[in-house]
């Protein structure tokens, strides 16, 4: 039975049973080692800014959202989560003023910190720092382990203090807060676990991934999953004006390139999802993301137009299901053990405006991890410049080197042009 509370330090805590993500998570991290399953982002400032109304405003998000008191203990050989009856002062400033690379300091910084073990019973599991790199120039730093704090409702975390921030700046009192308090996320998790939407969303899966081929990857090999991938990164220019790349697009370039590079007619990539399906979990913290298979073809006879309209649908379908469990889906499909971690290479969806208002100024959000990287991880977001897009190859070292992993970028980013000056009509085939 599940306690309400335990004694501990000469304080009462409030124990609540894990989300099925929080629960996947701790799982993960207690048979894999010291390598933290944690998300980190920043945000670049530039211009005078009150640092103690942000760490005020920040403090006050984190007890609406639950951040800063939140542990995991195990109770009878079961994880829980335990709420500390008293907030804990999760934020802190570091001064880089006096370094002769106050940037290159910073930055080493949060690199360091973001790559920390966590000892989830004992230590902060979200952390926020505000670096100081001049009166004019400031980083503020947020991390999460992911038993905690997934990257949908780290950014969510990000927002509403910012968004505190300014009602403070202006003079203007504070909205209220929308966040569900954790008891609600995870009943609400409890509850679709439970519902007919998930023995729908059942349903719809096995019958979407029936026949669905293994995974495949450009590696062709596994490895342990790491923290500290390797990097590559590049922007495609716009086409025109207003030409940012659409998500179908590029899923459909991504998933045609890999079935090319494998001699596949059809292959599946791996989708992450913040699996909040009402409004209000939107508003919240908690953990709760997921990933997703996309069942992409390219088949002979299929045409660019018509794998960017599939790439769509498919889309469309995984995101109405989002919620039902990837180890759930795994089982489904009668996949066990390690190839259950992941349904081929991972592509990231980021492109959602990063611009972060803070007062009068405008601070620009900048992710570092969203979690460990099994195999190959493709993330895509805006360019530095209006409709350009970045594109980012996060790799696992023991699989590819950096001489390979640069060589794989540079041919995606040329497909990806050739995929986009193609005809309608054009056979994916004739793409290269």
């Known amino acids: 039975m599940q306690p309400a509370s335990i004694s501990g330090c000469g304080a009462r805590t409030r124990v609540l049973p894990l989300s099925a993500a929080a629960h996947s998570v701790w799982f993960s991290q207690r048979v894999s080692g010291d390598a933290p399953i944690s998300v980190a982002q920043y945000v670049d400032i530039r211009g005078a800014l009150d640092v103690d109304l942000l760490m005020d405003s920040v403090r006050w998000a984190g007890r609406e959202f639950g951040a800063g008191r939140l542990h995991v203990v195990e109770v009878d050989g079961f ?33 360091e910190e973001q790559s920390r073990p966590v000892d989830m019973s004992a230590d902060q599991l979200i952390v926020a720092a505000v670096l100081r790199i001049s009166e004019e120039h400031t980083y503020w730093y947020v991390r999460a382990h992911q038993v905690a704090l997934d990257a949908y409702g780290l950014r969510t975390l990000i927002e509403r203090s910012a968004e505190l921030y300014t009602h403070a700046f202006v003079g203007a009192a504070a909205s209220p807060s929308e966040a569900l308090d954790l008891e609600a996320v995870v009943a609400s998790d409890a509850t679709y676990r439970t519902s007919d939407r998930f023995e729908r969303d059942r349903e719809s899966w096995a019958e979407h991934l029936a026949g669905v081929p293994d995974p495949v990857t450009f590696a ?8 500290e991938p390797l990097v590559i990164g590049g922007e495609l220019a716009p086409s025109g004006p207003g030409a940012a790349l659409s998500a179908p697009t590029v899923v459909a370039a991504f998933g045609a390139f890999l079935a090319q590079h494998t001699g596949r007619d059809e292959v599946t990539v791996t989708l992450p999802t ?9 508003r919240s913290g908690g953990s709760l993301a997921n990933v997703v298979p996309l069942r992409l073809s390219s088949g002979a006879g299929m045409t660019v137009g018509d794998a960017s309209m599939a790439a769509g649908r498919e889309l469309a379908g995984a995101l109405s299901r989002q919620r039902y469990r990837q180890e759930d889906i795994a089982r489904e499909v009668g996949v066990i053990g390690d190839r259950a971690a992941s349904f081929g290479p991972t592509i990231e969806l980021m492109l959602a405006d990063s611009e972060v208002p803070l007062g009068p100024l405008d601070g620009a ?10 195999d190959l991880t493709v993330r895509v977001r805006p360019g530095a410049v209006e409709g350009a897009t970045r594109i980012d190859f996060l790799a696992n070292r023991d699989l590819y080197s ?9 041919r995606f980013l040329v497909f990806v042009e050739g995929f986009l000056a193609a005809d309608a009509d054009s056979p994916v085939s004739t793409v290269a």
Request: charged share 20%; aromatic share 6%; no cysteine.
């Open 79 to 111: 994880p829980y989560q335990a709420l500390a009856a008293a907030d804990d002062d999760f934020v802190a400033t570091v001064d880089f003023r006096g370094r002769v690379n106050p940037v290159a300091a910073a930055q080493q910084w949060m690199r």
């Open 220 to 227: 062709g090999a596994a490895a342990p999953a790491q923290s």
């Open 274 to 282: 913040p699996a909040r399906g009402t409004a209000a979990l939107r």
């Open 365 to 374: 959000l900048h992710v570092l991890t969203t979690g460990r990287v099994d």
């Open 402 to 410: 950096e001489t390979e992993l640069r060589r794989l970028h540079q």
